[in-house]
């Protein structure tokens, strides 16, 4: 019994050192490494959008600024006007009166318009006229044996001309009607030159074996030229097909008087211009 009692109290001291020498070493050791901590996802911001490049929007009407115009039509006027002429045969004084009426030509025309300041704008256009024109010719012509005993003689004569430019300067007024039509009315001053074919000479021939009738064979024409600063008034409409290309319709009428002599005989006044109407391309930018 004193010998177990002996063991037992030797034991208890190793115990309890052997306990606290695996308590420091634990202590000792650095402690293990623990695996971090898995992080919430961070809440992901949307990425800033960059804006889409704009494209230039479809040009509105308010956008066309320039209106260029190409036209065909016909310009009606009524013209009727005339010249008469003396000459010398068979030693006496003989006449004719050539009468000429003018009532249409075929017309060529354009132009071009700036628009300025909101709805007005300023246009400049031209136009061109050329059409054959035939005379009556009324003729005194004298007796070849008789003195004082002129014998009639008449006709109708061909291959004259008539030519006529105008150039209009213009104030308009645009009003678009909606996205597609455009209508416009335009007024100023018009300048006028024109060419017209007088009959200065005529031809004849005595009948057969009787000096009392004679006729007609021919005749000479001299061209006289005369200008004119007269007005204008018209109207015009564009339907546009695409942003650029259109196709109108237009009114415009002018008026002028010129006075044209030939070879410094009787003065002749011709009427410039008329109503003109015709219809064509239009162009916008």
Known sequence: MPAQRIRTRLAAPAFAAAFLLA???????PPAEQPPAEQPPAEQQPAEQQPAEQQPAEQQPAERMRIVSVNFGMQLIHDAFMNRVTFQQYDETGSFEAHYDVTKHHALDGGIAFRLWKDLAVGFAGSHV?????ARVDAQIPHPHFFGFSRPASGVLRGLNRREIGLHIQGQYWWFVNETFLLRAAWGPTIFMARQDLVSQIDTREARDNFDQVMLTGHRSRTVTAGSLGLNLGFDGTW???ERVGFGFGVRYSRGTATIRLGGRSATPL???GTHASGGLRLAF
């Open 130 to 134: 050329a059409e054959p024109t035939t």
């Open 23 to 29: 308590a420091a070493g634990a202590a000792a050791q």
């Open 240 to 242: 546009f097909m695409t």
């Open 271 to 273: 009427e410039l211009g």
